[in-house]
C-alpha cells in the first residue's frame, strides 16, 4: 500500500498528558500537510511542511502543538499537557508541490489519528 | 481569505434518488474545487476535481459536480444513490493562500442519510 498511513489510529489519553503522532507520506511527495477535524466539522488547516521546512502554522496550532518532519519524509505532531478541547481527529495529508509544476492541488489524506483527552 | 459554504448539514435521500449537494465558495483567483466524502472513522476520499476548462466534471462512483462561476457554487449530483453512499461529503477551494501554503480550505460538510 502506497498510501499515507497514520499511527496511532486511536489514542486515549488522561488531560496533562503528552501524545505524539506520526504521519508517513507518499514517498514522491514533497509536501505535507497537518488538519483537525473535529466532529461535525470540516479538516481545518493545521500545518504544512515543503519537504523538511515547516512553511506555515495556523492559528489554530498554539504553543503546546510542536510539528517536526526532520528528513522531509515522516513528520509527527506532538500535543504537549493536553485539554479536552484536544480532543479530535488529525489528519495527516501530502502531495507533490505546485511550485514545482507537478500535481493539482489534490490532497492525499490519511485515515487520521483519533485523539480522546479525558 | 477564502471560504467554503455547504448550507445543508443533513441531506436525506431515497435509495434510487437523484442527489445535489450545494456548494458555495469565496475565493479571490481562480478556484481549484474539489469534493471528498468521508465514511465513518475513516479519512477523506477524492470524489473529484476542478481546475479549468468543462465547467462539468465526472468523478467516482458515478458522481459529477458543476462549476457555475457566475454562482459561485460547486454542486454535487448523482442520478441514482445507492446505500453506501451514506457518508460525510465535504467541498474544499484551494490552492489555500494564506501566507502562502497550498492547503486546502473546506466546508463543513454535509451528512448524507439514505433511506431503503
Known amino acids: 500500500d502506497t498510501g499515507v498511513s497514520q499511527d496511532p489510529r486511536h489514542k486515549i489519553t488522561k488531560r496533562g498528558q503528552n501524545v505524539t503522532f506520526r504521519c508517513d507520506p507518499i514517498?514522491?511527495?514533497?509536501?505535507l500537510y497537518w488538519y483537525r477535524q473535529t466532529l461535525g466539522q470540516g479538516p481545518e488547516f493545521l500545518t504544512y511542511?515543503?519537504?523538511?521546512?515547516?512553511?506555515?502554522k495556523s492559528r489554530l496550532l498554539s504553543d503546546r502543538f510542536s510539528a517536526e518532519r526532520p528528513k522531509g519524509s515522516f513528520s509527527t505532531l506532538e500535543i504537549q499537557r493536553t485539554e479536552q478541547g484536544d480532543s479530535a481527529m488529525y489528519l495527516c495529508?501530502?502531495?507533490?508541490?505546485?511550485?514545482?509544476?507537478?500535481?493539482?492541488?489534490?490532497?492525499?489524506f490519511g485515515e487520521g489519528s483519533r485523539l480522546t483527552v479525558l | 481569505a477564502q471560504s467554503v459554504t455547504q448550507p445543508d448539514i443533513h441531506i436525506t435521500v431515497s435509495e434510487g434518488a437523484s442527489l445535489e449537494l450545494r456548494c458555495n465558495y469565496s475565493?479571490?483567483?481562480?478556484?481549484?474545487l474539489f469534493w471528498y466524502v468521508q465514511s465513518p472513522g475513516q479519512g477523506l476520499q477524492l470524489l473529484l476535481k476542478?481546475?479549468?476548462?468543462?465547467?462539468l466534471v465526472q468523478g467516482i462512483k458515478g458522481f459529477e459536480a458543476e462549476f457555475k462561476r457566475s454562482q459561485s457554487s460547486f454542486n454535487l449530483r448523482k442520478p441514482s444513490v445507492h446505500w453506501s453512499d451514506a457518508a460525510e461529503y465535504f467541498c474544499?477551494?484551494?490552492?489555500?493562500?494564506?501566507?502562502?501554503?497550498?492547503?486546502?480550505?473546506f466546508g463543513k460538510g454535509t451528512h448524507l442519510i439514505i433511506q431503503p
Open positions: 474544499a477551494v484551494g490552492p489555500y493562500s494564506g501566507g502562502g501554503a497550498d492547503g486546502l480550505t
Open positions: 495529508a501530502s502531495s507533490p508541490s505546485l511550485l514545482l509544476g507537478q500535481g493539482s492541488g489534490e490532497l492525499f
Open positions: 511542511f515543503q519537504n523538511e521546512a515547516q512553511l506555515e
Open positions: 475565493y479571490g483567483a481562480t478556484p481549484y
Open positions: 514517498s514522491e511527495h514533497n509536501r
Open positions: 476542478y481546475f479549468s476548462g468543462d465547467t
